[in-house]
T-cell receptor, first 114, second 112 residues
């Protein structure tokens, strides 16, 4: 399977705990995006990387959120001190700069904060 | 601020009928308009996309119509099938990073 993969697929945690999600993009895709999707809504942009550089962050990305893409390949998204409002599907997408915007999404990580 | 407005929120169509979903945008800098299909528990899958230099694009049973002056675009699904039952999202981008701004989604049900 050469699509975007995400791990874990599901995560249940208690409020106040830290969680980390991983995204492996399509091989050789130099752009990687994180989105958040709450139930019944469209995905909302969080942040994106071009290679290892984090080029933009949404105002939705509070200081409890941090994302990395250390070697320009996989990326991690960490949420510290989780809150119930963080419960959502976290989606990763990747693209090639020259593809003109075509983004391919992974299956997502569904987070439930109790 | 919702920059892409999508309607209707839900749609029921008989098998073989035409499903039509509409989107309107505000940001004139948008220059790429994809449609995604999402099944429960899955990530969005790209269906078809259009750029403003054409007014229509067709791929199989799926057609995008684009009206630049009205800042509107729509998805038409011809000969709708029960397997098309899913949530459809329109989106738009136009900045250097190509971040997508999504509409609120349309839940389509195709009755056999």
């Amino acid at each position: 399977d050469t699509g975007v993969s995400q791990d874990p697929r599901h995560k249940i945690t208690k409020r106040g705990q830290n969680v980390t999600f991983r995204c492996d993009p399509i091989s050789e895709h130099n752009r990687l995006y994180w989105y958040r999707q709450t139930l019944g809504q469209g995905p909302e942009f969080l942040t994106y990387f071009q290679n290892e550089a984090q080029l933009e962050k949404s105002r939705l990305l509070s200081d409890r959120f941090s994302a990395e893409r250390p070697k320009g390949s996989f990326s991690t998204l960490e949420i510290q001190r989780t809150e119930q409002g963080d419960s959502a599907m976290y989606l990763c997408a990747s693209s090639l700069v020259r593809s003109g915007g075509t983004q391919y999404f992974g299956p997502g990580t569904r987070l439930l904060v109790l | 601020q919702q920059q892409v407005k999508q309607s209707p929120q839900s749609l029921i169509v008989q098998k073989g009928g035409i499903s039509i979903i509409n989107c309107a945008y505000e940001n004139t800098a948008f220059d790429y308009f994809p449609w995604y299909q999402q099944f429960p528990g899955k990530g969005p899958a790209l269906l078809i996309a259009i750029r403003p230099d054409v007014s229509e694009k067709k791929e199989g049973r799926f057609t995008i119509s684009f009206n630049k002056s009205a800042k509107q675009f729509s998805l038409h699904i011809m000969d709708s099938q029960p397997g098309d039952s899913a949530t459809y999202f329109c989106a738009a981008s136009g900045n250097a990073g190509n971040m997508l701004t999504f509409g609120g989604g349309t839940r389509l049900m195709v009755k056999p």
